[in-house]
């Protein structure tokens, strides 16, 4: 249940975009009251009561009725009567049922002053940063028959919007374009209207890969490895992640998420540091014909990080170039073992020939 207080004005008492030309009305009040049943629907009452100074006092009266219809329908009932300066009765009926694939039907009969309005429409909502969304209502309205639709179609820059409507007095038609343009770091992007924040996303040297936010892919990083993220929540967490199976196995990356927290309506950099290189899997052995003990850790030339060896003394390397020093750790033993690779195909794994690692023992 609502309720607004009455609310008493002057007749020079003036609130921001009012016409001056037209005061205030002297006072004014309303309230309404709903009840929801789980079985019977939605029922509301609302009353509404005003005083011009010109036109004397109008009040208004309202019922509604909603319930579910089938799974997914509801039909909607709403019966007005205006008493006062002006006089009149509105009764509306919708039929809503929404389909899959954000398909959506309905249908409305109103009845007012006398004359009847009738119209069905259809409509299919725009999907995601890109797609086509369109619209059709067909019927009649104030006495004469009407037809309206609309194409929409969307793309991660621009959305294009066309509109068309006929009836009995004029036919109309509609062409639009919404876009913007974001320049940042040297770098121009177009985009849709940018209206929350947004992010710079740079993955160096690495293309074509996909940028989510929120659980749903936003952007794809561009020849140079950079994309434009918008829809950012300001002063709030955001997760910027990378999709993983888009990052090459020659690439490496420490983290594949970032947590960046914006101000309102401004920018900020992301920045994936990537390592480089070729991925190589290799077997070691000892120069009795055995593997290499099942975790041990190599260490790489020129490389902070150690890398585990597996079962069958095979170990998996990454962000590796073409010739390296390798150096096998074991429970206080070691061995170096050089490693020489052969290009292979971009994102190709390596598999050189066994390396015999001397001067460990299991």
Known sequence: MTTEE???VTARY?????NNALPPPQWQLAGSFSHTHERYGTFGLGLAALRSRQQGRLDTYSLSHTVRVGLQGSLSTVLTRVQGASSGTLLAISLMWPLDRQFNTSTHLMHRGGQTDAYTTASQG?????GLGWRALGGSRSGSAVAEGGLYLQSPSNLFT????????QQTLRLGTQGGLVVMDGRAFATRPVQDSFALVKVPGLADVGVSFQGRE???TDGGGVALVTGLQPYSTNQVRLNPSDVPL???IDSLEQVVVPRRRSAVTIGFAVRSGQAALLTIQLPDGRPAPTGAEIEVSGDERRFPVGRRGQAFLTGLQREHQLRLHWKGMSCLMPLVLTPTIPDDVARPAPLVCEGVTP
């Open 6 to 8: 009455p609310l008493l």
């Open 14 to 18: 003036r609130t921001v975009g009012l």
């Open 126 to 130: 725009l999907r995601g940063d890109a």
């Open 162 to 169: 066309a509109d068309v409507s006929s009836s009995s007095a």
């Open 218 to 220: 936003r952007a794809r």
């Open 250 to 252: 020659s690439a490496e």
